[in-house]
Antibody, heavy 120, light 105 residues
């Protein structure tokens, strides 16, 4: 059974960077893109980007370009977000992509979420 | 970029009511539309993929329909455990709709 387990909560100061990790188990890690989605308190879901675990190639949402880096290691993905501001306070989720075709894709499962708090 | 909108933003309904949530894309996305349920304090959970395919284990009272730019998620008989926020997602560039909160009247 596929499972994603994320690292614990973080508190960071404005201007700092944060790394969140996501450990995969129960499936062929290299065979499925890993996505990152965040959710600010009381707000909706915001897609941040995805990484191909096989090649290491990543695609980022335009609003995070230049500030986000997604990497992978054996069975784990890592999200790094730099130059943090108060608006980056959110729960960050990783999710596995499942696809039937180039455009028929969905996310399942999701990690449990990691709360990142930006506070001075 | 393809933008997603949802209506209503929130709704109250009675147990047993039929509930319909609408999702609209800013341009045609064929049937490349997913629906997720997020219960309070919980992780999002896939309900429907490819516009109308029910994820395994999801109760049959949930159904999805639509294609092109207009999609609907229907709960045929609302249950107390369906209290949640529902999000649509297009699977070209993975953008989510703003969500629809469903509560019991």
């Amino acid at each position: 059974q596929a499972r994603l387990v994320q690292s614990g909560a973080e508190v960071k100061k404005p201007g700092a960077s944060v790394k969140v990790s996501c450990k995969a188990s129960g499936y062929n890690f290299d065979g499925h893109y890993m996505h990152w989605v965040r959710q600010a308190p009381g707000q909706g879901l915001q897609w941040m980007g995805r990484i191909n675990p096989y090649s290491g190639d990543a695609t980022y949402a335009q609003r995070f370009q230049g500030r986000v880096t997604m990497t992978r290691d054996t069975s784990s993905g890592t999200l790094e977000l730099s130059r943090l501001t108060y608006d980056d306070t959110a729960v960050y989720y990783c999710a596995r992509e499942i696809g039937l075709s180039e455009t028929t894709k969905w996310f399942d499962p999701w990690g449990q979420g990691t709360l990142v708090t930006v506070s001075s | 970029d393809i933008q997603m909108t949802q209506s209503p933003s929130s709704l109250y309904a009675s147990v047993g009511d039929r509930v319909t949530i609408t999702c609209r894309a800013s341009q045609s996305i064929g049937s490349h539309l997913n629906w997720y349920q997020q219960k309070p304090g919980k992780v999002p959970n896939l309900l429907v993929y490819a516009a109308s395919s029910l994820q395994e284990g999801v109760p049959s009272r949930f159904s999805g329909s639509g294609s092109g730019t207009d999609f609907t998620l229907t709960i045929s008989s609302l249950q107390p455990e369906d209290v949640a926020t529902y999000y649509c997602q297009q699977s070209y560039m993975f953008a989510f709709g703003p969500g629809t909160r469903v509560d019991i009247k």
